[in-house]
């Protein structure tokens, strides 16, 4: 990854002790910028701000997140982000890292990432939830600009809730991604794929039911207090509206 941009985002979220909640770290650097935006009653917000284009081929980009007891926090991004060739020759990679304590709330909410024509990126997002901890997290990647081929894009999505790990899932698209990625058995010649993960004390006592939700969507309880809901539509905005419909449906 020689040539390429390491760039880290921290964030913690703690209880203020007056019915809010504070952010004593919040610092990006790089292309990763972040910014506090006006909240809603105990949640803050933060706004992830790419000062950059990327990631490029060679770029590694880092976000963290932690959200002790009693906070509550809202992370979204401005606008999409698009993985992109670059000069660098070499794979891109965007990690993700993101822990909610018992009694903490975290909304994992970007926009959604476009893998380019040409690009290399590895996406891992690790998720760490006490077991009363509360999570919304949305995934949505969308295979090349309008009009072209997509780069290739591997994915990893892994969440534990008290300790105890109810998902690690892979995916891989796009050129040199093993055979079969478009097919019907995976994205029936769809163009973007996304997830929902939404974890809540009460699914303990009453999981969630497995069912479809629209066309290309299927929601699926977890081994824990937790749901998937995995979606494949034609474009972006067909996916956001089933994640939305999702969220609605979920709480």
């Not at 606008?79 to 965007?94: D, F, M, N, S, V």
């Not at 309008?146 to 290739?152: I, K, L, N, T």
């Not at 993960?197 to 999981?207: D, G, L, N």
Request: with cysteine.
């Amino acid at each position: 990854m020689s040539g390429g941009v390491q760039a880290t985002a921290r964030i913690l979220a703690r209880d203020d002790g007056r019915g809010g909640t504070s952010l004593p770290v919040l610092e990006g650097d790089g292309p990763l910028a972040l910014r506090r935006t006006r909240g809603s009653g105990a949640e803050a917000r933060v706004m992830l701000v790419g000062a950059m284009s990327g990631p490029l081929g060679g770029d590694h980009f880092t976000v963290q997140a932690a959200v002790e007891e009693g906070a509550r926090l809202h992370i979204g991004s401005a606008a999409a982000t698009i993985a992109l060739p670059g000069q660098a020759k070499g794979e891109a990679y965007y990690d993700v890292r993101l822990t909610v304590a018992d009694g903490g709330e975290l909304r994992w909410l970007p926009e959604q990432l476009i893998s380019a024509n040409g690009s290399e990126l590895y996406v891992s997002t690790h998720l760490d939830v006490g077991a009363y901890g509360r999570l919304v997290l949305r995934e949505e990647q969308v295979l090349g600009r309008v009009g072209e081929e997509p780069g290739r894009l591997s994915s990893r999505l892994v969440l534990r809730v008290g300790g105890r790990t109810v998902l690690d899932q892979e995916l891989a698209c796009g050129p040199g991604a093993p055979g079969g990625w478009d097919g019907p058995a995976v994205l029936a010649g769809h163009r973007a794929v996304g997830q929902l993960v939404v974890v809540r004390p009460e699914f303990a006592a009453e999981p969630v039911a497995a069912r479809t939700l629209g066309d290309g969507a299927v929601v699926m309880p977890l081994a824990g207090p937790a749901a998937l809901v995995s979606a494949v539509a034609p474009d972006a905005l067909r996916l956001r509206k089933l994640l939305d419909e999702a969220v609605a449906l979920l709480g």
